[in-house]
T-cell receptor, first 113, second 116 residues
Framework: KAGVTQTPRYLIKTRGQQVTLSCSPISGHRSVSWYQQTPGQGLQFLFE???????NKGNFPGRFSGRQFSNSRSEMNVSTLELGDSALYLC????????????FGPGTRLTVL | AQKITQTQPGMFVQEKEAVTLDCTYD???????LFWYKQPSSGEMIFLIYQGSYDEQNATEGRYSLNFQKARKSANLVISASQLGDSAMYFC?????????????WGLGTSLAVNP
């Protein structure tokens, strides 16, 4: 089975712009979760989607949003980028749903200048 | 409040030796789960092992075992016969119930370097 894929792998944006990241889960997995990873804060949970519905949400501002399509692919959008949004964004898919055993993608490294 | 603590920012081990990575947790819930993940420099987080709070036996997966001491609230990862490819960041995580939702919190990780 193909693993979790994330595109793009690297992204450079400037403050105020918006960005959309994409994640394709393992075939058959209906749960997709998103995380932000920074050296100072570690791994922070953003949200989980299951069968196109947001089922779980972390403590991030409304600038962070997501959606899931009928084929389980998920997108995450960050509007009005800030310098502090520079991070590695990881996507994970799960067969049983968050927070059970998750399979992660390679991440998207976002740099905000 | 729920909390995960990994007290070792960095560890070194000689190839072929065993190493223990510490993880302590704090929760008042009876039902919770403990995970260990590995993150190589490539960035991808890799699931290693899981222990449920009601599991009486320590979980094992190949060279990985989880030393679960419930009374001490510790869930240490033991890697036997270390290999160069084990050099990575290791994260401990805990799942728990929060109302109708389930949550997952992560430790800050331990960087493991395996020396040849």
């Amino acid at each position: 089975k193909a693993g979790v894929t994330q595109t793009p792998r690297y992204l450079i944006k400037t403050r105020g712009q918006q960005v959309t990241l994409s994640c394709s889960p393992i075939s058959g997995h209906r749960s997709v979760s998103w995380y932000q990873q920074t050296p100072g804060q570690g791994l922070q949970f953003l949200f989980e989607y299951f069968s196109e519905t947001q089922r779980n949400k972390g403590n991030f501002p409304g600038r962070f949003s997501g959606r899931q399509f009928s084929n389980s692919r998920s997108e995450m959008n960050v509007s009005t980028l800030e310098l502090g949004d520079s991070a590695l964004y990881l996507c994970a898919s799960s067969l049983e749903g968050f927070p059970d055993t998750q399979y992660f993608g390679p991440g998207t490294r976002l740099t905000v200048l | 409040a729920q909390k995960i603590t990994q007290t070792q920012p960095g560890m070194f081990v000689q190839e072929k030796e065993a190493v223990t990575l510490d993880c302590t947790y704090d929760t008042s819930d009876q039902s919770y789960g403990l995970f260990w993940y590995k993150q190589p420099s490539s960035g991808e987080m890799i699931f290693l092992i899981y222990q449920g709070s009601y599991d009486e036996q320590n979980a094992t997966e190949g060279r990985y075992s989880l030393n679960f001491q419930k009374a001490r609230k510790s869930a240490n990862l033991v890697i036997s016969a270390s290999q160069l490819g084990d050099s990575a960041m290791y994260f401990c995580a805990m799942s728990y119930n929060a109302g109708n939702n389930r949550k997952l919190i992560w430790g800050l990780g331990t960087s493991l370097a395996v020396n040849p």
